[in-house]
Nanobody, 120 residues
Framework: VQLQASGGGLVQPGGSLRLSCAAS????????MAWYRQVPGKQREWVAD???????NYAASVKGRFTISRDNDKNTLYLQMNSLKPEDTAIYYC???????????????WGQGTLVTVSS
């Protein structure tokens, strides 16, 4: 099982970006999915998460500006980021808890990270 994140880039303050994270491999079921972010030299912080039923949760710092969503048919997670601020600059990582079709076991997986830079 692999997670592939994409969609990062350079954007001006107030702008928008949409991150994607595609899961592939021997997948039976994807449970919780989430986005985290990390600034070099600091701890990784949770941004938002969503469960398989569609419920969502957000960190206070992004609530009202970011929207997490998932397409269960495509095994893909999204993060729509609006009204971006310089303090949103970080490497964004996707996370998923996945049950393997091949082995029947459940494990945590991380994507490789995608850089978001908010600067004028």
């Amino acid at each position: 099982v692999q997670l592939q994140a994409s969609g990062g880039g350079l954007v001006q303050p107030g702008g928008s970006l949409r991150l994607s994270c595609a899961a592939s491999g021997s997948i039976f079921r994807i449970n919780a999915m989430a986005w985290y972010r990390q600034v070099p030299g600091k701890q990784r912080e949770w941004v938002a998460d969503t469960v398989s039923s569609g419920g969502t949760n957000y960190a206070a710092s992004v609530k009202g500006r970011f929207t997490i969503s998932r397409d269960n048919d495509k095994n893909t997670l999204y993060l729509q980021m609006n009204s971006l601020k310089p303090e949103d600059t970080a490497i964004y990582y996707c996370y998923a808890n996945i049950k393997s079709r091949e082995f029947g076991t459940t494990a945590d997986y991380w994507g490789q990270g995608t850089l978001v830079t908010v600067s004028s």
